[in-house]
C-alpha cells in the first residue's frame, strides 16, 4: 500500500509557489525526511529541470519506494536512507561536480531532538554545493514565542510524546545555519502557522 500524508496534499501547492523562483535554476535537490514521497512528484511536475533525490529513516524508505516506483520518473530516482545522526552521509561531498544544490526538509526539525538539528545543519554542511540552499519548512518560535495559540498547543502535544521533540527557535536555526556557512535568503509566512526558511550557503 503507497502511503498518503494529508498534510503533505495540503501544502505542496504553497511550497511550490514559494519555493519556484529559488529552484528554478537549480538541478539537484535532497528531501531530508521525505515521508510519503508526495512532495518529490509534485516539484518535478512543475520543475522539469529537478532530479528530486528523496531521504528518510529506513523504516519509511518502502512506503516512499513504492510511490516512486509506481508514479515517479527518471528524475525521482530510489530513495535513500538518511539518518541525521550517523555521519557520514554516503553522498556527494560539496565540492564535488555531482553535489547537491539544494536541500529541502518539511516539518522534520520539530520531531527530532535539538542534538539531531544541530547533525542535521551539520550534514547540510558536508554535502551541500557552494551557492546552495537549504530550505526548512514548519512552525517555528521567534525570540522564545509562539506566533499562534495553536502551535503553543502542538508544542506542548510534541513534548508531551517526546520531551527533546518541539517547536524550535528561528534565532537558534539561525544560528547552526550561519555555522555552516549558510546566510538566511528569505523567512515567508506560510499557511496553517508555518514558515520556510531559505538560506544560501556562501560561494559558488
Not at 513504492?66 to 530513495?79: D, I, Q, W, Y
Not at 506566533?147 to 544560528?175: C, K, M, V, Y
Request: with cysteine; hydrophobic share 45%; net charge negative.
Amino acid at each position: 500500500m503507497i502511503p498518503f500524508a494529508p498534510s503533505a496534499e495540503r501544502n505542496k501547492d504553497a511550497i511550490l509557489a514559494a519555493l519556484r523562483p529559488h529552484l528554478a535554476h537549480r538541478r539537484r535537490v535532497l528531501e531530508i525526511g521525505s515521508g510519503t514521497g508526495q512532495h518529490a512528484l509534485h516539484m518535478t511536475q512543475a520543475l522539469p529541470q529537478l532530479v528530486w533525490q528523496c531521504s528518510d529513516l529506513p523504516g519509511a524508505i518502502p512506503g516512499i519506494a513504492a510511490r516512486l516506483e509506481s508514479e515517479g520518473t527518471e528524475r525521482t530516482p530510489p530513495p535513500l536512507a538518511l539518518d541525521v545522526a550517523a555521519p557520514p552521509w554516503p553522498l556527494p561531498a560539496a565540492e564535488a561536480p555531482d553535489a547537491f544544490d539544494a536541500v529541502f526538509t518539511a516539518n522534520t526539525l520539530h520531531i527530532m531532538s535539538f542534538a539531531h538539528v544541530g547533525q542535521f545543519f551539520a550534514r547540510i554542511g558536508e554535502i551541500l554545493a557552494p551557492g546552495g540552499l537549504c530550505c526548512v519548512y514548519g512552525p517555528m518560535k521567534y525570540g522564545g514565542a509562539f506566533t499562534t495559540e495553536s502551535n503553543a498547543e502542538f508544542d506542548a502535544q510534541l513534548r508531551a510524546r517526546d520531551p527533546q521533540s518541539g517547536i524550535r527557535d528561528f534565532e537558534a536555526l539561525d544560528a547552526l545555519a550561519q555555522a555552516q556557512g549558510l546566510t538566511l535568503l528569505e523567512d515567508i509566512a506560510m499557511p496553517a502557522n508555518n514558515q520556510l526558511l531559505i538560506w544560501r550557503r556562501t560561494g559558488g
